[in-house]
Structure formats: C-alpha cells, structure tokens
C-alpha cells in the first residue's frame, strides 16, 4: 500500500507506549509520557502539525486473572484503572491528541483485519506452539535463548508450554530487517540498543512468533478461528496505526501521519518495537517508523519501582505537593536520556529548590522587583547597553540554536541544561551590575539611570526569552512569568521563533508583582513527611503480598504469552521478611450464613463468626461454591485487611483460596478448631 511522501508536510508524529493498566501508574510510567509530551510541545510551538498518541493496552490473561480476583469483568476491572490514567495525564498536562484503548471498537476491527489480511498472505499459519513462555514479560523464548535456564529479560522463571497455535513468520524478515537497520542508523536510538538488537536476537536467527492463544479469552478473538485470541503484543503494536484509522474506512490520517517519527519506548520493549513491529509492517507492504527511542528506567532502592515492593513513588501526590510543572522537570533534567537513574525524594527537593526556587524563581522575582522600585514597574525607552549585554545577548542566540539540536534528538536534560545556563548567567548579571548600587546615582546622574534602564531590560528579555524555550517542559510556569512581565496577552512576543528574536521586550510595558513561581521546600520536613509515606507504602505492599499472594499468584501462565507489565512490575515480588509476614493477622473464621451478591454471578456475601466478633467479607467464589455449601464451613480470613467496598457491600477481610485457571478451592484447616484460632 503506497502512503503519500510527507517530505515536504510538516507532520509529527510521536507516541508512547500503550500502558498497561495493572494499577495506579507510579512515576516510572509518567518519565515516558512527559518526556513524549514535551517533545509534542516542542514540535507544535515550532509549527509542526502534531500527532501525538498514548492510550492502554488492555488484553492478556493477567487482566483476566486480576478481574476475576475483584468479582468484576475484565472490561470493568479496565474501565476503572483508564479513568484514573487519563486523570493523571490531565493533572501533568499531557497534551496528547489522542487516547487509543484496546478495547475500541475502531482498534479490534483493525486487528482483526491486520490479522487475517497476513494470514491471507501466508505470514500468518496455523501450528503449534512448544517452547519456553516468561508470563511477566509476555515473552517466547527458544532453548538457546534462555539464560541458565530463565527468562533472559528479567531473570525470572519460565514455563515449558503447548497450545495450538497461529504462527508469524518471522524469521523471514530476519535479514530485511538487519538490512534496514544497517541502512538507517537512525532506526534505533540511543545506539547502544541498536547492536543489542543486532547482536543478541536478529543475528543469531529469528524464529516464527506464535501469535495466537486459547488457553483464555480475554483479547481479540481471531476471526476465522474464534477459540484463538490475538497475542496481545501484535494486538497491542497496531495501535500506533489503528489509532490513525488504518483498517476502517476513513484512513485519511493514517496517510497524513504514517509513517511516525519517534515510537518512545521504555528499554525493556524495544525489542518488540524494533524486531516484531517493523516485521509486521514488512508483512503488511507498509513504511517502517523513523525511530524507536528506548530511554532508560527511573529506579529506586537500587532496583526497578514494583507495586508490590511497596516502592512506587505516586506522581498525583508529588504534582499536589509541588505543583505538575516541578515534577516534569526533575523527571527531565534529573537523568541523562536513555540511562538509566536513581529517584530519590533528596533528589527531587534539591533540583526543586536549587534549579526552580533559587536559579528560576528568584532571578523572576528580584528582577520584577527591582523594576518595579527604580522604574515604577515600566521599561524605560531610555536605556544605555554595554558589551555584557550583547554579550548576554550573544549567549541567548546560542542557547536557542543549542535547546533546539537537543530537542531534535530527545535530548531533554541537555537542553534544561542549556536553557539554565541562561537563567544563572542573568542572576550573575545582577551582581556583576548591581542594580542596587546604579540606583543611587541614578537619582542625579542620567547616565546611571540609562544604564539602570539596559540592565533592567537585558534581565526582562533574557526571561521572556527563558519562558518560551521552558514551555515544552513546564506548560504552567511561562504564563506566571509574562503575567508578571506584562506580556501575557502578547503572543507576538511568546511564539517559538520569538526566542531567537533578541531585543523584542517592549518599551513602556510594565511588570507585576506575582507569587513566588516555586515556594522554597522546608526540606528536612517534606523529606520526613515523604518517608512516613513511603513507609507506609512499603508496609501495606508486604501486608497484601502475604494476604493475597497463595491466591493471586497460585497460576501461573501457560503458552504463548499474554499481556504483562514489561517494566518488572511483580519481580522478586513473592520475597518478604518474617516481620513482613508477622504484620498480616489470619484467623480461622465459622460462616454463619452466605448470600448471592444481587448483580455479579461471582460474588458471594459471608457473614463470618471469629469467635468472639462478627465479620462479613464479600468473597468471589460464587462460581465454585453456592450458599448452601458455604454455610458451617472453617475458612482463613485475612483479619486486618482495611476494609473494601465491592458492589456497594463494605468488606471487612478476605478469606483465602487457591486457584489455578477457572478451578478455585477455599483454604481451610486440617482439624477441629474453634472458629477465631490465630493463623501462625
Ligand atoms: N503495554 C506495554 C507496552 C505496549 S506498546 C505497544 C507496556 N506497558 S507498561 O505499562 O508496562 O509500560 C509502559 C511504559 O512505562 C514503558 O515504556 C516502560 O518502560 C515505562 N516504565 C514503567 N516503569 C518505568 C520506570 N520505573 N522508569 C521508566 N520508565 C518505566 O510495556
């Protein structure tokens, strides 16, 4: 299919990854987003026609599982977590032009379309599927690609697997795409990925990927196949171009925007974004994207953030505390793009204090100030310049042209860096000039007041200059600044161009008082407070982790792969210290009575007996145990469990089963023993 050259078109289109909505999104899963979402700002306010895509991706068998643990679909247990992700994006001012989920209508046709178009073609056949699968990673791995017998993406266990399946042929486009990655260096940034790619799967040989599943149904059904669902990974691929309108039938942006010009992805995908994605598209007669970008992971406590570590840092709570623009630059400025770095609260209230409240906000509020006491707050026409200033002048011109090459190639704490060599070059400029000295004289000599009046408008220039190149990272911050300038309703003097337009602060405006942009951190409180937090954190992760792990983690995957959070949401999940487990209180527990809960054909509602005390736990076993059954039986419950509430019913603990696939049976005790016994 032939897509119209958009060489001269000026079009840009960047996504991220679809997240996987396994929970709250922590600050890891934001580093992706703002940083796509700052180069989508840049590329609008350069004049680009912008594209910008994220959404979820909401298949696999793990949503599944975790639905049927909570006694809701699939599609309810999704709904619920999308919402939350589309809020946090608003409260960090994400500007994307679109939201996909794979759940729409739009994206399930498509794939469908996608699917059976290369099984048409032959790149898609029927066999089956024996092999190593690493269910976390939603990975196939080959014998030899096992590393001592484990996953070799995450290190964690595999499981010999057998399922009939569809296969791509994948390993027919081994040699096109190390041709295509040869010949465009570009392809896979930074280049240490690229001879990973190269090096460690595509010249060792690629084999056919299995592409189909039926050990569940939580995902596209296959069309001519119904018992098969689609590997969630092809499904979840195609959205950066069902998302277009690929496979329906207006494809009119499909051809305005395709190919993309950066997928950004987190390390740990890239091989799917550079190896199965472009091999789709090979399949498919379609271009290749312009780059994958694989940037490195914000880690903490000297590992990866995991749910159930208890060490996600909550980016709604840190945008409440500090503002969404603060945080967007820490997660930019603090680590260099495409490494690897360490989030530590010290960290974020330094560069908050340091960089923002001192560098940023200080230079703002001094020089407002200062033009507001010598000049009644407005810019004098008459005004006397000196070398500093065009020298100043000199390094801003420099500044622009710099931000601008670090912007092109996502390099975004390079261009913070240059953008504060701007904001410390004027704070020196205050003292090298003294203003406050230049004022006195100014009272009887004109030529001190004209020096004054350059002074003042070297420093007014310089930051109506920094609030244009700050706005792809802190979209909140340049509109405080011009309204303390004057300038907020002159967009002439605040487009993206403006900034290479030294000299184009107007005579005669004047400047307000505002509040301070970036109040100063008492840091020793905040740093206390931020540990209680985490803390606190911590401990209600090893809680949930003792109370819900037998149960929650009882099955694990079988063939062929499913849908996971890549970025080692669960790893060393399951290691917890005795003290951990002495915080969980189990009880035997007598049912007293059971009901059906009105509305779910999995909930049951149990009101529990432990002795002294009375409980009543909603509990989804309603498909493997009926009323009557319950009634007069011992079961565990988890005592201390804060309470829930499921279909409107408060919850007051969880009572313990083992499951694997749809078999779920209760945890119960060995012996007589009266109901409210300690569980040790
Ligand atoms: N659903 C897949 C992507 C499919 S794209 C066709 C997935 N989802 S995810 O929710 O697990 O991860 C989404 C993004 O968040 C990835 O780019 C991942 O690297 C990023 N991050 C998650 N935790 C992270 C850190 N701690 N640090 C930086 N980014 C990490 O993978």
Redesign the pocket.
């Known amino acids: 299919m032939a897509v119209k050259d958009k060489k001269d078109k000026k079009t840009y289109y960047i996504t991220?990854?679809?997240?996987?909505p396994?929970g709250n999104m922590?600050?890891?899963?934001s580093?992706?987003t703002v940083a796509a979402d700052a180069e989508a700002r840049y590329r609008r306010l350069k004049g680009y026609d912008v594209m910008f895509l994220t959404g979820t991706?909401e298949h696999g068998q793990k949503i599944q599982r975790k639905a049927a643990e909570k006694g809701v679909t699939p599609k309810e247990y999704v709904d619920e977590i999308v919402a939350n992700t589309k809020e946090l994006w608003k409260l960090m001012n994400v500007s994307n032009d679109q939201f996909i989920r794979t759940t729409d209508d739009f994206h399930v046709k498509a794939v469908q379309k996608i699917f059976k178009t290369l099984y048409d073609k032959g790149d898609i056949y029927k066999s089956e599927y024996e092999g190593w699968y690493c269910t976390p990673c939603e990975s196939f791995w080959t014998e030899t690609q096992l590393v001592d017998g484990k996953c070799p993406d995450c290190g964690r266990a595999v499981e010999r697997t057998r399922e009939e399946s569809y296969f791509f042929r994948l390993s027919k486009y081994q040699q096109p795409l190390i041709d295509f990655i040869e010949s465009h260096p570009d392809f896979i940034q930074p280049v240490t990925r690229k001879n990973e790619m190269l090096n460690n799967f595509l010249r060792p040989g690629l084999e056919d990927l299995c592409v189909s599943r039926t050990s569940f149904d939580w995902g596209i059904p296959v069309t001519f196949d119904e018992k098969h669902v689609v590997y969630v990974?092809v499904d979840?691929?195609s959205?950066?171009i069902t998302a277009l309108g690929y496979g329906s039938d207006d494809d009119s942006r499909f051809k305005k925007y395709w190919p993309a010009q950066v997928h950004?992805?987190?390390?740990?995908?890239v091989r799917?974004?550079t190896i199965i994605w472009p091999a789709l598209l090979m399949a498919l007669d379609l271009p290749l994207p312009e780059q994958v970008y694989g940037?490195?992971?914000?880690?903490?406590d000297g590992g990866?953030?995991s749910k159930s570590k208890g060490n996600v840092i909550d980016p709604r709570i840190l945008c409440a505390k500090y503002g969404s623009d603060a945080i967007r630059y820490f997660l930019l400025r603090e680590v260099p793009f495409g490494s690897d770095g360490v989030f530590t609260n010290e960290a974020l209230i330094g560069r908050i204090n340091a960089d923002l409240a001192n560098d940023l906000g200080n230079l703002v509020s001094r020089t407002v100030s200062m033009q507001l006491k010598y000049f009644n707050g407005v810019q004098s026409a008459d005004k006397a310049f000196t070398d500093a200033d065009t020298d100043i002048a000199r390094l801003f011109s420099e500044i622009y042209d710099n931000v601008q090459t670090q912007m092109d190639a996502l390099q975004f704490p390079t261009a913070l860096v240059e953008i504060w060599r701007g904001v410390s070059r004027l704070n020196k400029f205050i003292d090298e000039t003294a203003p406050w000295v230049l004022a006195k004289s100014a009272a009887t000599d004109p030529e001190a007041k004209a020096r004054l009046a350059g002074v003042m408008y070297t420093l007014l220039e310089g930051i109506r200059i920094i609030s244009v190149l700050i706005e792809p990272f802190m979209p909140e911050t340049p509109a405080k600044i011009r309204t303390q300038l004057g300038i907020i309703d002159r967009p002439e003097l605040t487009g993206w161009e403006t900034a290479s337009q030294w000299g184009t602060y107007p005579d005669g405006t004047e400047v307000k008082k505002g509040d301070a942009l970036f109040p100063r951190i008492d840091a020793e409180k905040e740093l206390e407070e931020l540990e209680k937090m985490n803390a606190a954190a911590k401990a209600a992760a090893a809680s949930a982790a003792a109370g819900a792990g037998n149960a929650g983690n009882a099955e694990k995957a079988g063939a062929c792969g499913d849908?996971?959070?890549?970025?080692?949401?669960e790893d060393d999940a399951n290691l917890i210290t005795i003290d951990d487990f002495a915080k969980v209180q189990m009880n035997v527990a007598e049912v007293i009575s059971a009901e059906k809960v009105e509305g779910s054909d999995k909930l049951l509602l149990l009101k529990l007996s432990l002795g002294d005390q009375q409980r009543q736990v909603v509990s989804g076993i309603a498909k493997q145990y009926s009323p009557e059954e319950m009634k007069g039986k011992k079961v565990i419950l988890v005592s201390n469990l804060k309470p829930a509430v499921l279909k409107g019913i408060r919850s007051e603990g969880m009572i313990l089963a083992a499951s694997k696939g749809k078999k779920l049976v209760l945890v119960t005790v060995d012996g007589d023993i009266p109901a409210g016994a300690k569980i040790s």
């Open positions: 991220t990854p679809i997240y996987y396994s922590h600050i890891g899963h580093y992706t991706d990974w979840a691929l959205n950066y950004l992805v987190g390390k740990e995908i799917f974004h940037h490195g992971w914000l880690l903490i990866k953030m849908t996971a959070n890549s970025a080692g949401e």
